[in-house]
């Protein structure tokens, strides 16, 4: 690795990530809309000692578990519970993640994930209803979670590419603090507009129901998440959110 | 629910759950096929005060997040390392598992499910490797556990509703003990050739890499997870350990 920490940071390998967690996030999607919304796993529920929803406990819970195994040693990798979280006994090693300037740990909008996907995108997932199988539900939202998260915060990267490819114009901007330079700076609205359509037909591709009486591999009108919900999802929350991340990294790069 | 407990059970119901774990199934497959194999993360590695591998440790530790949130209340949920697990918090409600005869309890093949998945499953889906991130792989070895643990114990309640179609016949062979007669009474070959060609459709299906440029939806001849790997799976695995927990089921279902 070289002295910048970013040998073998390329837009291409990172889009490369981007595009593969695209159907990480779907997959997962997909998975919650199969179970009913069970609306008190969400709802402030204590139980002796614990303070939280059902959704709230678990996912401290399981972070709590991975943290230990190294899970948050890495930028893309944020917790959504980052208080009194125990200590590393594994850490991952170099190679597993790219360095990036210490600008990069404190860019966080774990928040804003958790309340688009538990208040908006969690209600057009899953379909009105409670069996009572909460485990089920909030494990499959931590999943969600994560693959969301995980695209979210790669946009530290996304903005640390940028960043070297055009250094002079962001140095510029980051010493003015000028955040609507950055923004037009590191937005494509070309590419964005494709990311919007892909995941749309991805929703397409991999919710179709599949039966091995169609020949075409699958029914191309019933599909577990709808497409739009895909497309809105990027266009509403992933791609801003990852923006917001690019931004508040851009800001503080030259720290 | 009537004094059965077996309201609502019906093989139709049954047979499209099961069909919902294929997809959950070959998901949770292809995601982890995007990782490297990770082979020291499967290898005894005490740290101080654990004992086993970082797999074992971060399964372990999981399970008992969840299970203090009632995942191992169900038949279908068996957790892979039972003992010592905290006591539930939280109870599922009646109505999100079917109850079972208390045979079912006791039905248990986890430990094949951990062997095959580990030793034969694993080397087939990730490619040799090892970029040091092992959290990130045994957590999606964890998804893919459990989603083939659920499948697989779920033939309690395949053998509940065939004894229930057919329980003459089956209650000679139970109170005989005959196993192989238990075996050819469930065994339904037109079936078992069915579901292997629809995962392997399935894995052509999600596994495709999607982009825009081709207008049909997928490349076909790029996979994520190659579709035979996974009709074998089911062959190999996944029916043969289904049987098992069937008959093991019905062995006891008159105690």
Same mark, same amino acid.
């Given at each position: 690795m070289g002295s910048d920490g970013t040998d073998n940071l390329s837009l291409d390998s990172i889009r490369k990530t981007l595009i593969g967690l695209e159907d990480t996030i779907i997959y997962s999607l997909i998975e919650r809309s199969k179970l009913p919304l069970n609306s008190p796993a969400y709802k402030s529920s204590p139980f002796p000692g614990f303070h939280g929803s059902l959704m709230q406990l678990l996912v401290k819970g399981t972070e709590a578990v991975q943290a230990q195994f190294g899970r948050?040693?890495?930028?893309e990798e944020v917790p959504f519970f980052p208080d009194n979280l125990p200590p590393p006994i594994v850490h991952p090693s170099?190679?597993?993640s790219q360095k990036l300037p210490a600008a990069a740990a404190s860019v966080n909008v774990s928040k804003d994930i958790w309340d688009f996907? @538990?208040?908006k995108l969690l209600p057009q997932l899953a379909t009105e209803g409670d069996d009572g199988n909460y485990v089920l539900s909030v494990a499959s939202d931590l999943v969600c979670l994560q693959a969301l998260s995980r695209r979210i915060h790669y946009g530290k990267y996304?903005?640390?590419?940028k960043f070297i490819n055009e250094t002079e114009a962001y140095t510029t901007a980051i010493r003015a603090q000028d955040k609507d330079t950055i923004m037009n700076l590191l937005t494509d609205t070309k590419v964005e507009a494709m990311v919007k359509q892909r995941v749309a037909k991805k929703a397409m591709v991999f919710g179709a129901e599949v039966t091995l009486s169609d020949s075409n591999g699958s029914n191309t009108n019933n599909y577990k998440v709808e497409p739009s919900v895909v497309s809105r999802l990027y266009d509403e929350w992933v791609i801003p959110l990852t923006k @917001?991340?690019?931004v508040d990294y851009l800001l503080k790069r030259l720290e």
């Open positions: 948050y040693q890495s930028p170099q190679n597993c996907y @538990v208040n996304v903005a640390e590419v @917001v991340v690019e």
